[in-house]
């Protein structure tokens, strides 16, 4: 049985308390990192041969990176805030700092980097905001860093569903290269749960069922998506928040619905 469920764990020297390589997935393209940072705790890196977009899922927080500086940026300090965040674009081959002016949850979302791009801030009104869905379907959607804006890998947005009601769902699958039907992504999704001591479920299954398995997944832990449908459950009286991360060999986000489902979408 696959372990698609990555853990967090106590704060390393860096604040690190999750992370995801492509090695330790077992996949080409996407890497992914959470960061809990203290208030006046610094965090340098840099991007190798990757680019990266440093969500600033709460708190405030210094940054600087190719040769640009944003101060005293950040505003909701919960993701359950739903206003959409502050993040950083950094092209590769660069360096970055974070300095928290606050406690921080900071998540760095990593893919292949060709330097094509400068860095950035995304504000939050630069973020597109989406109700998607109807019923016990909907969801708010902010897309963070979709394909129509300036990257060489990356697709970031986060997703809140509402206690009761489902998300990624009718469930969808890119897993092929087979444009313009749909593309080949891996994906990752970061949890957070409120209140806390709740759980959602996943599921995450193929076509011919070699991989199924549905997941209650905690507060704070991620789910890898190699391949497969991948709906996600809210369960009554817990809201959930996910940030997904995407990347492929074509920055293009096409989908295919489980064919069971696809009548919903009529």
């Given at each position: 049985?696959?372990?698609?469920?990555?853990?967090?764990?106590?704060?390393?020297?860096?604040?690190?308390?999750?992370?995801i390589t492509p090695e330790s997935a077992g996949w080409e393209y996407v890497g992914f990192e959470v960061y809990r940072l203290s208030e006046g705790q610094t965090l340098s890196r840099g991007t190798g041969d990757k680019e990266a977009a440093l969500v600033l899922l709460s708190g405030r927080a210094d940054v600087k990176a190719g040769g640009e500086r944003w101060d005293n940026i950040g505003q909701r300090m919960?993701?359950?805030?739903?206003?959409?965040?502050?993040?950083v674009y950094?092209?590769?081959?660069?360096?970055?700092?974070?300095?928290?002016?606050?406690?921080?949850?900071?998540?760095?979302?990593?893919a292949p980097g060709l330097g094509n791009h400068k860095a950035r801030l995304i504000a939050p009104e630069d973020v597109g905001v989406e109700n998607r869905g109807s019923?016990?379907?909907?969801?708010?959607?902010?897309?963070?860093?979709?394909?129509?804006?300036?990257?060489?890998?990356?697709?970031?947005?986060?997703?809140?569903?509402?206690?009761?009601n489902w998300s990624s769902y009718p469930p969808?699958?890119?897993?092929?290269?087979?444009?313009?039907?749909e593309s080949r992504l891996e994906e990752t999704y970061y949890f957070r749960v409120q209140p806390e001591q709740g759980f959602?479920?996943?599921?995450v299954y193929n076509d011919d069922r070699s991989l199924d398995e549905t997941m209650a997944v905690k507060d704070g832990q991620a789910?890898?998506?190699?391949?497969?449908?991948h709906p996600v459950s809210a369960p009554p009286g817990y809201d959930v928040y996910y940030l997904n991360v995407m990347a492929g060999p074509k920055r293009i986000w096409k989908f295919r619905n489980d064919?069971?489902?696809?009548?919903?979408?009529k």
């Open positions: 049985m696959p372990n698609l469920i990555v853990p967090s764990t106590a704060p390393d020297g860096d604040g690190c308390v999750l992370s919960s993701v359950f805030e739903k206003t959409p965040p502050y993040t950094v092209p590769s081959q660069e360096q970055y700092e974070v300095t928290a002016l606050t406690e921080l949850e900071l998540a760095v979302c990593l019923g016990s379907m909907s969801r708010l959607v902010h897309n963070i860093l979709p394909e129509q804006k300036p990257a060489d890998s990356l697709l970031v947005v986060e997703v809140f569903t509402d206690g009761g969808h699958k890119h897993d092929r290269d087979e444009l313009p039907e959602a479920v996943q599921r789910v890898m998506v190699p391949e497969g449908y064919p069971d489902y696809d009548w919903l979408m």
